[in-house]
């Protein structure tokens, strides 16, 4: 809901749209009463549809996090920061490297303390990064697409149409990803 105040900034009303505040049609001029009322000019207008496609942007990079969240919930902090080497290492114990303490450190240790074979670790890493990647480069499209069809919303309905899209079309990466 969009609010207009009076010249005091004492609310006056709210609409639920833009558009709906040009059919108001409230006096742009002084009319004499103190607490307007006053009509928003069409550059006010597009300051706040500006401020709402910023809005809407920042709502779609708000849930490109949460998605991405949702991907790394159940690991810390200390083993996400690692997961780059980590890739580096599988992928070059995957190529036939011999697995050694040196030159892959995270590896041995994780293969160390759970009980697997550096080789059966690495494919697993190397699965789990693979995943990871896809998700990001969906998120990151999808983050992309929604921007543009938001700068290219000319209304209400179409900023809308962008979110709801954007949602849509993550929810159901999402549930690609994750399955």
């Not at 809407?56 to 080497?85: C, F, H, M, N, P």
């Not at 990064?129 to 921007?147: N, P, T, W």
Request: proline share 3%; glycine share 6%.
């Amino acid at each position: 809901m969009l609010e207009f105040q009076d010249r005091h900034g004492a609310v006056r009303g709210t609409v639920a749209k833009i558009e709906d505040l040009e059919v108001l049609n409230l006096s742009a001029e002084d009319t004499g009463d103190p607490d307007g009322p006053y009509r928003l000019a069409p550059t006010a207008l597009a300051l706040l549809f500006a401020r709402r496609r910023a809005a809407a942007k920042a709502a779609v990079i708000a849930e490109a996090d949460a998605y991405a969240a949702r991907l790394t919930s159940g690991y810390s902090k200390a083993e996400q920061d690692g997961w780059t080497a980590k890739a580096i290492e599988a992928r070059e114990i995957a190529l036939g490297a011999l697995p050694s303490s040196e030159r892959h450190p995270q590896i041995m240790a994780a293969a160390w303390f759970c009980g697997r074979s550096p080789a059966d670790l690495a494919a697993s890493v190397l699965a789990k990064a693979e995943r990871l990647a896809r998700a990001a480069g969906a998120i990151d499209g999808i983050r992309q697409a929604a921007f543009a069809a938001i700068d290219a919303a000319a209304d209400e309905e179409a900023l809308e149409r962008a979110l709801a899209e954007a949602r849509a079309t993550a929810e159901a990466a999402f549930a690609a990803v994750a399955a």
